[in-house]
């Protein structure tokens, strides 16, 4: 597995929908790309967003996040596709 450096997260991206709304199936190419995953390996550094106490990581292995459209670089580790994400586009962590 990848260890990402800095301040960045490695992300899987959860699967785009496949279905509309209204339940039209979409073809994969109309299907958004998309823009939640599940973090997987958080850098040394740790990710700080504006609102965490300081000191307190604000993401970490297993959070399910929402990131910039067309943030990260895309790898393939094993046959599956992940996502190095900076912390700049992490827009928000998913709490429950």
Known sequence: MLKPLG???LVKPLDAQEKSAGGIILPE????RPREGRVVAVGAAGLYVEDSEEGD??????????YASFG????KIEGEDYLIVNED???AVHEE
């Open 29 to 32: 190419t109309a299907q958004e």
């Open 57 to 66: 990581s604000a993401v970490k292995e297993g959070d399910i996040i929402i």
């Open 89 to 91: 586009d992490i827009l």
């Open 7 to 9: 301040q960045r997260a």
């Open 72 to 75: 990260g670089t895309e790898v």
